[in-house]
């Protein structure tokens, strides 16, 4: 077919072959094959392999001409549902897209997968086919959040991976997030943060004060600044690069985040258009608006990453139109470029053979 890849184009250091799982979404292949489209217009130098039904996804593609001979389509038959239990699909997800979408990462065919499907399924099927890190407990979903920073963002991890964390987990957590702050942000040294309920040492859980002393010993060694305990109120903030938190406060957040922002840009559209002296106020006021628009919309930053597995894996939001999947590929992309998932490997692998050396250390004088 006109949109396949061929296996002797070469792909140079700039370029990533970029795995998609098309069915995923909740608006349909449709609107994620158009945010592949999207994203090709501006990079011509990536190519794709695509997975669903091929009677479903040739046509789409198609009509795509910025996709002709920047395409693999791979056949897979079945479809993971947003209801879907991740044990269900661990059992009988072998011909789904989600599926062969991670299995193009396993062989290597692929630098990294995105996917706008089932959060669960996905994460359990990236631990199954991918496989942890060394030395990884817990892999983490990591999201940009938009701050006051000069970047524009924080970085937040976990969001939802598991909803449980220890002292370890969390040291882990940080460490990660270091390698996206810096890999992916470009964040020469970043400046890491403790999620609690107060920014005092004597506050919050025991695993969380255990976490305190552990990340600020890292600190020196890992090249960045640990400020300690951060709130709420400063996850969008300046203090730090990068909150580190367990999955269930994360999750809680992120989606109380999402629906504050629809909630300001719900009243700010009722606000505009309760009368004809504000809709004038509105035409007056556009620019700002678009502005402000464009600052909190968060197709921009759609993506949540995998990590702590042996690739790259980008979750990108199920309702996420074509704007939203071309930035989750962008974000795959430039996380496939720095080869991120070596770079934690290393990181973890270091910092685990310091607390062996010290634990010897330990063992040699008692």
């Known amino acids: 077919m006109s949109t396949s890849l061929t296996h002797d184009q070469s792909v140079g250091p700039e370029s990533a072959v970029i795995s998609i799982d098309a069915m995923g979404g909740d608006q349909g292949p449709a609107v994620v094959i158009a945010g592949v489209s999207l994203f090709a217009e501006k990079n011509p130098d990536h190519s ?26 791979c056949h897979a038959t079945d479809v993971v549902q947003m209801e ?31 996917s706008c499907g089932n959060t669960g399924a996905l994460m359990a099927l990236s631990m199954i086919r991918l ?64 999620l609690n309920v107060g920014t005092e040492e004597h506050k919050g859980r025991d695993e969380l004060k255990e976490a305190h002393e552990m990340i600020a010993a890292q600190a020196a ?16 903030g300046k203090t730090v690069d990068v909150i580190v938190t367990d999955g269930f406060t994360g999750n809680i957040a992120l989606k109380t985040g999402e629906g504050t922002a629809k909630l300001i840009g719900d009243r700010l559209r009722d606000a505009f258009t309760h009368s004809i002296w504000s809709k004038l106020a509105a035409v ?40 939203g999947v071309a930035a989750a590929i962008g974000l795959a992309a430039q996380l496939a470029k720095t080869q991120i998932h070596h770079k934690i490997a290393a990181r973890v692998a270091s910092v685990s053979s310091i607390t062996q050396d010290n634990q010897n250390h330990q063992a040699e004088t008692e």
Request: glycine fraction near 10%.
């Open 131 to 194: 496989r942890k890190l060394p030395g990884v407990y817990r892999p983490a979903i990591a999201v940009l959040w938009p701050s006051r920073n000069p970047s524009g963002f924080n970085i937040m991890l976990d969001v939802g991976a598991d909803i449980r964390a220890d002292a370890k987990d969390l040291l882990q957590y940080a460490l990660m997030g270091v390698s996206y702050a810096r890999n992916g942000m470009h964040i020469t040294r970043p400046r890491v943060g403790l």
């Open 84 to 114: 879907d239990k991740p044990a269900q699909v661990l059992r009988t997800g072998k011909n789904t897209s989600m599926w062969s979408a991670l299995e193009s990462v396993r062989s290597k065919d692929a630098q990294v997968c995105v």
């Open 284 to 323: 007056v006021s556009m620019p700002v608006l678009k502005r402000f628009q464009k600052r909190i919309d968060p197709r921009r930053v759609n993506g949540g990453v995998f990590l702590g597995l042996n690739g790259t894996v980008v979750k990108s939001h199920g309702a996420a139109d074509a704007m």
């Open 48 to 73: 794709f392999i695509i997975h669903g039904p091929q009677d479903v996804l040739t046509p789409l593609i198609d009509k795509r001409p910025l996709l002709r001979g920047r395409v693999q389509l």
């Open 221 to 236: 060694h890992g090249n960045f600044d640990f400020c300690g305990f951060v709130e709420g109120g400063d996850i969008p």
